[in-house]
């Protein structure tokens, strides 16, 4: 499709048209306009499977099948880049399978708070680990010629009055923490769609955020396809579609296309707004037009693709005395309820209706002699009896397995948790059950961290399992028993305590309004700010084999700011079983004009060597990664100076370090102000569009402070006056003051506000 294409289509349209389109026709379709030949598209959530609504006209109604991939919180444990873009080709072709144009994913929303209910559906607390396995999801599925919606565009990090919550942010941190992983993948994945949020930030609603959704997304990152708002985070169509929001959902609106329609007539509303909105969704509609649809999903490999991403995400938290793997030939005593009911995704907009699910119990009867035991029924209270059984059971057994899965009355879209805890019952089968049975096992079923500390010390080894999506039970197999070797990292701290929390005294707010005051402190930079002590921190996790770090080098240990660095080193499997290590690089600037944290993830890879096998991994370091964003300029900063480079196998385990010196920094842009002069105001490098009309007011020839009036040369002339004197001179003042005036521009220069 062209653009010559979308320009015949907008031609045609009519405003009644034009307006239509701008909101969904039904909760997950767009308006089609017959007369042209112009189809609308589906959507459908996301993200980890597909759920496409049997009838797109009704917003909640049953789903066809399809296969339930892990949840966000297990792919980012993957830390696996080709993984995800594997997962996006799968997914993209179940898409085509069932008709969908557009997938409501990824999420990316920082892990501000282990307590946010949603936190399975996101990622990480490290906005470039979130977003870069993003990005790459968003390739595979676009591969496929189907689109995706990355969201929630932002700063959604809490349920917790979600719709109606300011999130006060500062721009340092905005920028650093929130929406960095925005940025990735928006510049490296180009997603056809962005939803944005619910919630305000700084003041305005998302949804019209004109400096989020026109000047960061569009302008600074580049982003070209449309913005859909999330679903009922529209409250007035008009300024909504002055900051920059497409599309509507869910639909239909009958006054919202009406309010445009008369906004257009009346000379409220550009319609030179309206139309390049409709240009954007006409250019996502005719290009989902490209790829054909139908067939069937191929159930049984996308199955095995999922156990297979399962198994890459589970992270072995402990294992004590080597107890794991376990050989077959021990008698277990299985022990919960979700061994035989497997919890394996998250409550909410994102549930997927699963072709099959497999059942650990099922699986682990066909390793081993295995005796089950409820033990846990998912409730809270205490229930003796069930632990009376499972004590027994336990004692019985050589080893004792317990399934233990965060119920969904606890963890779920639409609400947040109260605290880490599991639930009381849980608590003490596990006490009862680790102090019966020495050769105790605990496998975690769960999106976000959960508080261990009252039996972690008694249980020899723990598996995190995430919610591992429909084929989960086979990965937790694969990994009890060595058929594959633990390879997930955490992609977010563990604490020791809820207290610990860097957002603890934050979270969730009062009201409607949330003070984001711990900055860009957020988990492990936070933690390792504050010296607190955590259970388990960012990127750790055990393998069955161990890896050697050694020979690390930089590709130029001194580098000037337009440069890029290589940084190397070798890693050897230096065990017996084969197996995969996730390589971690952190940066940190040991002096710097603003604080920074002890060290920040800049670059990532998994590797898989052989047993004794050593690999070289190289991995690229950008201007960004030694960079902070400066709000004083409004401006990423490379300061001059020494960083150091720190490569390890977890935030906490750092193995080698490397100096490297930036021999020139970042060319600070001079922050104007009301004093600023008009010289200061020309030399501007980002003051371009703003200068020309000045001058042609300032100096053009309908004024008196023209050339030929002063007989010199006025821009030298006048190049040291502050800008405010010299339109005060020029006769500015009857509907503004100089002073105001000036103001205006800094404001245009510097906005981070919502509103134009
Ligand atoms: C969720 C989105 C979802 C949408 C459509 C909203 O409530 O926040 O993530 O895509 O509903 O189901």
Redesign the pocket.
């Known amino acids: 499709m062209s653009s010559n294409q979308v320009q015949a289509l907008l031609g045609q349209l009519t405003l009644e048209e034009k307006a239509a389109l701008c909101i969904g026709a039904t ?2 379709q767009t308006v089609a306009v017959e007369r042209l030949g112009l189809p609308h598209i589906t ?1 459908s ?3 980890h499977g597909v ?1 496409r609504a049997i009838d797109p006209t009704s ?1 909640i109604n049953e789903s066809h099948p399809a296969t339930c991939y892990p949840v966000a919180a297990a792919l980012a444990a993957t830390w696996d880049k080709e993984l995800m873009f594997e997962l996006g080709q799968a997914l993209g072709d179940e898409c085509r399978a069932l008709d969908v144009d557009v997938l ?2 990824p ?1 990316i929303n920082i892990k501000r708070s282990p307590l946010c209910g ?1 936190n399975f ?1 996101y990622f990480s607390e490290d906005p470039v680990l979130a977003g870069e396995l993003s990005a790459r999801l968003i390739q595979g599925v676009q591969s496929k010629g189907i689109g995706t ?1 990355l ?2 565009f932002a700063v ?1 990090n809490q349920e917790t009055r ?1 719709f109606t919550v300011d999130a006060v942010v500062d721009e340092r941190t905005l920028h650093e923490i929130y929406l960095t992983g925005f940025e990735i993948a928006v510049k490296q994945g180009q997603p056809w769609t962005v ?1 944005c ?2 919630n305000s930030v700084n003041g305005y609603l998302c949804s019209e955020h004109t400096y989020l959704l026109t000047d960061i997304l569009r302008e600074r990152w580049g982003f070209e396809g449309f913005v859909v708002s ?4 529209v409250r007035d169509r008009l300024p909504s579609l002055r900051a920059g929001l497409d599309l509507q ?2 639909g239909p609106s009958p006054h919202g296309v009406r309010d445009v329609v008369e906004a257009v007539t009346s000379g409220a509303l550009d319609e030179a707004v309206l139309n390049r909105t409709v240009e954007r969704l006409l250019t996502i509609i005719l290009r989902a037009q490209q790829t054909p649809k139908g067939g069937s999903i191929n159930i049984e490999s996308h199955h095995a693709l999922a156990r297979r991403i399962a198994a890459e995400a589970v992270v072995l938290l402990k294992n004590e005395g080597d107890l794991l793997p376990l050989t077959g030939d021990e008698t277990v005593a299985a022990i919960g309820k979700a061994a035989l009911t497997p919890v394996f995704q998250g409550g ?3 549930h997927v209706k699963p072709t099959r699910v497999d059942a650990p119990l099922e699986l682990l009867k066909e390793r081993a002699e295995v005796h089950f035991v409820e033990g846990d029924n998912l409730k809270s209270d205490v229930n003796h009896t069930l632990i009376t059984e499972a004590v027994s059971a336990a004692r019985a057994a050589d080893v004792a397995v317990l399934f233990i899965a965060l119920p969904a009355q606890i963890e779920s ?2 609400y947040d948790r109260r605290d880490l805890n599991l639930t009381p019952h849980q608590t003490a089968l596990i006490q009862a059950v680790a102090a019966a049975q020495p050769r105790t096992i605990v496998v975690l079923n769960n999106g976000s961290a959960v508080n261990m500390r009252p039996w972690i010390d008694a249980v020899p080894a723990v598996v995190e399992a995430w919610l591992p999506g429909q084929a989960g039970a086979g990965a937790v197999m694969d990994v009890l028993y060595g058929v594959v070797n633990p390879s997930g990292r955490l992609a977010e701290t563990f604490p020791l305590d809820l207290s610990d929390t860097p957002a603890y005294l934050n979270f969730p707010g009062e009201k409607d309004s949330v003070r984001y005051g711990e900055g860009i402190f957020v988990g492990y930079r936070g933690y390792e700010a504050l010296d607190r002590a955590v259970l388990f921190p960012f990127g750790y996790g055990l393998s069955y084999t161990r890896f050697d770090y050694s020979h690390l080098r930089v590709s130029q240990p001194s580098f000037s700011v337009g440069e890029t660095l290589t940084v190397s080193v070798d890693v050897t499997n230096t065990g017996a079983r084969a197996g995969k290590e996730v390589v971690q690089v952190y940066v940190h600037d040991p002096v710097s004009r603003l604080r920074r944290p002890p060290k920040e993830l800049k670059a990532f890879a998994k590797v898989a060597l052989e047993p004794g096998e050593t690999r070289t991994v190289s991995l690229t370091l950008d201007p960004r990664a030694f960079s902070y964003y400066d709000p004083t300029y409004s401006q990423w900063v490379a300061e001059a100076g020494e960083f150091e480079i720190l490569v390890g196998s977890s935030s906490a385990d750092i193995r080698l370090r490397q100096t490297v010196t930036l021999t020139s920094g970042t060319p600070l842009e001079p922050r104007l102000d009301v004093n600023s002069t008009f010289g200061d105001w020309l030399a501007h490098p980002r003051s371009a569009a703003l200068v020309q009309p000045l001058r042609d007011l300032l100096l053009g020839n309908q004024n008196s402070l023209d050339s030929e009036t002063l007989g010199s040369d006025t821009t030298a002339f006048f190049i040291d006056l502050p800008l405010t004197t010299l339109l005060g001179f020029q006769g500015q003042g009857s509907e503004t003051t100089p002073k105001q005036f000036v103001e205006q521009l800094l404001e245009q220069l510097y906005s981070t506000k919502g509103q134009p």
């Open positions: 909760p997950w959507v959530d996301g993200p759920r917003l409501l994913g999420g949603r559906e919606s969201k929630h959604n979600r939803m949020a619910y999330d679903w009922g985070a959902m869910p909410g907009s994102s879209e639409g």
